[in-house]
């Protein structure tokens, strides 16, 4: 049985984890900036980018529903197969649920949503409700995330370099 990766799985893999640490480390240095227009660019910035994450996650589910789980690359205890889908299917969602909440936050805050200056919706009506429900997600999911992703990257360096069973290579696309 081959143990490859499809290459939508390898394309898709490293676009989300590109733009979505980049989105991640942007939100993070923003938060700290005081509000000059400098804070405003960035922001804009780091919608847009939030808006392709968005996109870009919502093909890998529907790829990985359509290709399924990923084939196992050797034979792993129990524990450790439940745990790599566990982190696996939290990153998913979390690659979903971080722009879908800062997109509530945006809509729900009556400012237009814009895509590297394109405006996809006008401003509206403001929702101080729907606001602050966005602004708990988008912030208290924060720090899990951060843990989940160092556990993801954490794990995959072990499989790599410890068990040297080629995890890693495997997602670059070589047989490992
Ligand atoms: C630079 C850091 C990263 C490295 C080295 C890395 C490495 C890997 C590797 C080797 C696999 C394959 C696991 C296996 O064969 O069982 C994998 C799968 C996965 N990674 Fe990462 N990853 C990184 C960043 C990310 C980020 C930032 C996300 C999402 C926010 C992410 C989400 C996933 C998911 C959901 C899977 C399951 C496979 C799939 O659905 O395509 N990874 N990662
Ligand atoms: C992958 C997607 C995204 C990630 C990982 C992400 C991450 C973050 C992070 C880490 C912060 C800093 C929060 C804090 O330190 O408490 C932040 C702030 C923010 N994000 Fe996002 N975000 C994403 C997408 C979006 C999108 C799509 C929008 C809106 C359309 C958005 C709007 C905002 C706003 C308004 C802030 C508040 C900035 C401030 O502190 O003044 N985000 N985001």
Redesign the pocket.
Known sequence: MSTKLSKPTIALHWLTAL??LA??G???Y???LPRTPE?FEL?AI??S???L??VVAAVRVVWRLKEGKLSALSALPRWQEISASAVHGLLLV??LL??V???I??IA?GRA?EFFGLVLLSGGEKSETLASIGSWI??SS?NV?IAVLVLHVLAALKHQFVDKDGMISRMLGRVP
């Open positions: 733009t979505f989105v991640l942007m939100g993070l923003i938060s700290d804070k922001l780091h919608k980018l939030g808006l994450v968005l979390a690659t971080m722009p909440s800062g997109l936050m945006n805050g949503t988008h912030h924060i995330i």
